[in-house]
C-alpha cells in the first residue's frame, strides 16, 4: 500500500514550455486534491476533485489544468510554464464521506523550478 | 471565503517545556480542524484533527482546543521532544461536500535540547 505516489519529484522546464504531475492513489479515496506550497504562504489548494470524471477550481487555478478520468489518478498541467510557477507541489486524497470532512493524505510532492 | 490566520511564525522552547501555537479562521460553517507536521522536505502529515462538535482532543503529548465562539482553535504539545521540531500548520475546512482546506501560513517549532 504505497498511499499517494507523485512523479516526478524533480522538474526544471524553461518559461513557456508544458508539462503534466501525475498523482496516484491506491486508497480508493473518491476525492483528490492539487496544493502549491510556496516559501511563508502555507499550502493552497490549485484544483480539486470529488471522482472520477469531475474537477473543480481551488483557490490559485489560473494557469493550471487537471483531469480525472480514472479514479486512482489525478493530474496536474501547466500549459505554458510562468516563473511564478516555481513551488512545491502536493498531491493528497481522501475519502468522500457525504458532507462529513476526513482526513487528507498527502504525496511526498514535486519541487518545480521555472527558469 | 474562509480565511485562516495562524502565530507565531516561530517559536524556540527548551526540550521538556510546551509549546501552543493559535489560529484564528473567518467563516463561521467551518466545522473540521486538521493539524498537520512537515518535517523539512517532506510531506504534510496530520497529527490530529478536531471537529465542531468537540471543544478538546487529546492524544498523548498533542492537544487541540476549539472555541467556536471566538472561531479559533490551539494546538498544545505537551514535554517537547527533539522531534517535535518542524513547521506546524493549522487548517479549517467547512466540509460542504468538497472538503476543501484552508490552510495557515504555518509555525516553525524549535525544541532547544
Known amino acids: 500500500n504505497a498511499g499517494v505516489t507523485q512523479t516526478p519529484k524533480f522538474r526544471v522546464l524553461k518559461t513557456g514550455q508544458s508539462m503534466t504531475l501525475l498523482c496516484a492513489q491506491d486508497m480508493n479515496h473518491e476525492y483528490m486534491y492539487w496544493y502549491r506550497q510556496d516559501p511563508g504562504m502555507g499550502l493552497r489548494l490549485i484544483h480539486y476533485?470529488?471522482?472520477?470524471?469531475?474537477?473543480a477550481k481551488g483557490e490559485v487555478p489560473d494557469g493550471y489544468n487537471v483531469s480525472r478520468l480514472k479514479k486512482q489518478n489525478f493530474l496536474l498541467g501547466l500549459e505554458s510554464a510562468a516563473p511564478s510557477q516555481t513551488s512545491v507541489y502536493f498531491c493528497?486524497?481522501?475519502?468522500?464521506?457525504?458532507?462529513?470532512?476526513?482526513?487528507?493524505?498527502f504525496g511526498d510532492g514535486t519541487r518545480l523550478s521555472i527558469l | 471565503g474562509e480565511n485562516v490566520e495562524q502565530h507565531p511564525s516561530t517559536l524556540s522552547v527548551q526540550e521538556g517545556d510546551s509549546a501552543v501555537i493559535k489560529c484564528t479562521y473567518s467563516d463561521s460553517a467551518s466545522n473540521y480542524f486538521p493539524w498537520y507536521k512537515q518535517e523539512l522536505g517532506k510531506r504534510p502529515q496530520l497529527i490530529i484533527d478536531?471537529?465542531?462538535?468537540?471543544g478538546e482532543k487529546k492524544d498523548q503529548r498533542i492537544a487541540v482546543t476549539l472555541n467556536k465562539t471566538a472561531k479559533h482553535f490551539s494546538l498544545h504539545i505537551t514535554e517537547t521532544q527533539p522531534e517535535d521540531s518542524a513547521v506546524y500548520f493549522c487548517?479549517?475546512?467547512?466540509?460542504?461536500?468538497?472538503?476543501?482546506?484552508?490552510f495557515g501560513q504555518g509555525t516553525r517549532l524549535t525544541i532547544n535540547p
Open positions: 476533485s470529488v471522482g472520477e470524471g469531475t474537477t
Open positions: 478536531i471537529r465542531s462538535n468537540v
Open positions: 493528497a486524497s481522501s475519502y468522500g464521506a457525504g458532507g462529513v470532512d476526513q482526513p487528507q493524505h
Open positions: 487548517a479549517a475546512s467547512s466540509g460542504q461536500g468538497a472538503q476543501k482546506l484552508v
